[in-house]
């Protein structure tokens, strides 16, 4: 039998707040990680026997929550800097006044804009990422359900890979999703560069690079044939497929008729993920459930967009698995997982008018080990667990004060937020303190953003 390796970090005295099998808090607790990996879980005092590397790290935990680092199961963080516009505007609104922003910019503004984003989503507690990779193809807006390409520009490969670089340099955990784009590009030249994108994420480090995935792209699809090239490269890369789907009461005929691309292609299966799902009928929703696809949940920008609320308590008596994402910054405009759980959280119950709808603990799971399993990570992510990675938040609840904790998940949960959060560590390392990121880069991003922009947002802002 393999002795293990001597711990370099020991956290002791914590108020643990454990995910499974339902998410609580466990007392006095002590845990052990080796190389960024957590190795071995306790109560209590540590054991005299527990084998430490010299000059291994005691973390002291005493009277706060220590807490696995949050998951977001659909995000867009290159839009970090394209914040406050389309603030009255539905989807494809929002997206025509949004995506304007960055039409001419070039692989360095990207690049810049992503790690601005991926930073801030660290920064604010969120360890690993479902991350969209803004196509190549410039935005085009929606009319009946189709793309208007007349304008259409493509960037140079460069404009994704330097997204994929971004998030590297932030030290976040990610799957990087890709579009096909082969509706402007031609079916070879998209099956080709995604492929090439597919093997660039998984050169990388995958400590941090955990995969890549296809970028579903029915919605904004010209023909069915586009359903069945995303199950040809889910089998052939053997990758997972998150698409953004009935998301908008907009064009919801057209909508509709595309989940029926999806069916027809084989493609929603325990594979697939509805990014949104807010207008699904309870046929599909019933398909969903049966089928064994996943659902992404993005509260805060179904609100700020006015897309309606999400029946997460059907899906959660129905078992499908759920995961809340942080969305797009411009659209969620704070990066919070504390304020996605509680919108989520509220305005399911007053949608329904039931206070048992849905739980503190499902938004806490769906926001951590939920997030992993929409994403195909949850043996690596989401949860402090022997094997797992070490990625977790230190939050007290006295500094600012909360109060006595009589109910402690659910005062993590209600009544906890940024401010509490002291650290956030990832594979054990501190990658935030107090508010501030450790990583070298961290001001220089927001100098990059601030320089690159500035000038654009004061014409915006003069008309």
Sequence with gaps: MTTPAPADLVVEHAMLVAIEPTPHVVDDAWFAVTDGVVTAIGTGDVPDDLRTAPGAERLDATGSFVAPGFVSSHSHTFTSGSRGRGTDERLYGWAAAMYGLTRDASPEDVYWCTLHGTFDHVRNGTTSV????????????MVDGRRQRDADSVRPVEWLTRQLDARMDSGIRFVGALQIEQDALGEDEGVRTFGELVADVRSRDRRFALDAAVYGAVQWADDPSSARLEARMM????????????ETPD?????LAKVAWYRDAGVIGPDFTFGHFVQ?????VAEAAEAGAAVSWQPAANGRLASGVLDVAELLRR???LGLGLDDQACSDIANPWQNMRLGLFGVR???RDPAAVRPADVLRAQTLGAAETMGVADRVGSIEVGKYADFLVVDPRRPDIGPLWSPLENYVLSCDLPNVREVRVGGAVVASGGALTSPLADRAVDELHARFDDAAAAVRRG
Aim: zero cysteines; hydrophobic letters at 40%.
């Design 130 to 141: 479902f991350d969209f990779t803004d196509q190549r193809v410039t935005f085009a807006p």
């Design 235 to 246: 089998s052939e890369h053997g990758l997972r497929n998150h698409a953004h789907m009935l």
């Design 251 to 255: 064009q919801l005929t057209e909508q």
């Design 280 to 284: 699904a009928t309870p046929a599909i």
């Design 319 to 321: 078992g499908v698995t």
């Design 350 to 352: 007053a949608d329904q």
